[in-house]
């Protein structure tokens, strides 16, 4: 299992760093050379590919070699796209003079970034023992936050001493780590049945068909999800006010605070092992709520630095332990046949509930006031954790006879893991 998440691990981490470059680091060197915050947010769009993934989830869920491994051959595909799309930033030594062609390569490489993370997640759900779907989501959401400190941050510190041929040298490097793990990976035999393209495709709308599905999905996930996404989109612009530059602002959100999400994502996958699901939720959710509170100043146009860095890490760590259950819950919905497409739409309707909250957020806060719509996202949360609870109560997870073992061993009917029927005694 240690071999099996120290895999996972790498193949997480090296996804995100050029995601991490693009969103934090290529923004900050784009805006040094002048280009237009118009221009940066054309830039962010690229973004948009993650959430919509699902439309194509089920494709590598139908094929893949047998002979390399369902999935580790759709890995070495997409594994090496990350690193010719890296290198194909090379001969742009001033981006800003090459916007066109810099972001089709940044759309390229979220793309395949998004492509290799249903792959990912597939090998996750077949691979990973019960006990380790904490670890193994921890892990995932924690490599999220080092992909930005070190595509965002340590690739920016390594442009402003040694120029962008050395920046893009470091993060093709680091991303060629996933490469060598991919071509050492020996995914085991899979002897089950492979979904048909059919199959596949409407698991895009069984999978909330399960017993608690539907209340999950369009219930607890939306909750928490808009809560937490109205308050975080508060702060940038809550920031710009109360007179904060933009190199502070890009630094704090994007590298300081991502140090504690990254040691709160592994606590956090720890503990939905040791306390259950619904202890980490109730503990996420009251994270959130005092982390919010905390923000409150921010809100009323009070920065001070130490304080609200302070409260900021407190606010990413909170999140970061709300993101690390609701994956783990999205995990046990996943089915081993078609755990690529399952895991991806159910994760990715989170994303589109954080980018619907933004943009509710940030347009009632107009209106309102960014204080009223913080205090209305506590109250979302809190409803969010009351419904989860109930959720975990009535469909608690069950654990599966065959989750972990080899792929080769486990059976189409026997692997999928289904949460267990009403009345249930809750595991939390």
Known sequence: MKGRLGTLTALYVTQYLGVGFITVGLTAILRDGGTSLDTLA????????????????????????????????WLLVLQSALVLALLALLPFASPADALGPIVAICAAYVFFSATQDIAVDAVAVRMLAESARGTGNGIQVAASYLGNLLGGGACVLVYDQFGWASAIGLLVAMTAVGLVVVWRFREPPRTDRVARIGTAYRALRSVVGQPGGRWWTVGVEPLDYVGAGMAYALVTPALVDAGWSLGRIGVVTGVVTSAPAIVAGLVAGLGVGRFGRGGVLVAGGLAL???????????????????????????????????????????????????????????????????????????????????????????????????GLAHQRRFPHRPSPTAGLPVGRSTPDAAVERPAADGAKAVA
């Not at 309707?349 to 957020?361: E, M, P, R």
């Open 289 to 387: 709520t005092v982390s919010t509170l905390l923000l409150l100043p921010l809100m009323n146009g009070q920065a001070p630095l130490g304080g609200t860095v302070a409260a900021l890490c407190c606010f990413m760590v909170a999140y970061t332990i709300a993101n690390v259950v609701l994956y783990t819950v999205n995990m046990d919905y996943s089915r081993p046949d078609t755990g690529g497409t399952d895991f991806t739409v159910l994760s990715s309707f989170g994303l589109v509930c954080s980018f619907v909250a933004s943009s509710i957020g940030l347009a009632a806060a107009e209106r309102v006031g960014y204080p009223a719509v913080a205090v209305a996202a506590i109250v979302l949360v809190a409803a969010g954790v009351v419904l």
């Open 42 to 73: 054309l830039l962010q769009i690229v973004g948009l590919i993650w959430p919509i993934k699902f439309l194509w989830a089920p494709i590598l869920d139908r094929y893949g070699s047998r002979h390399r491994g369902h999935y580790r051959s």
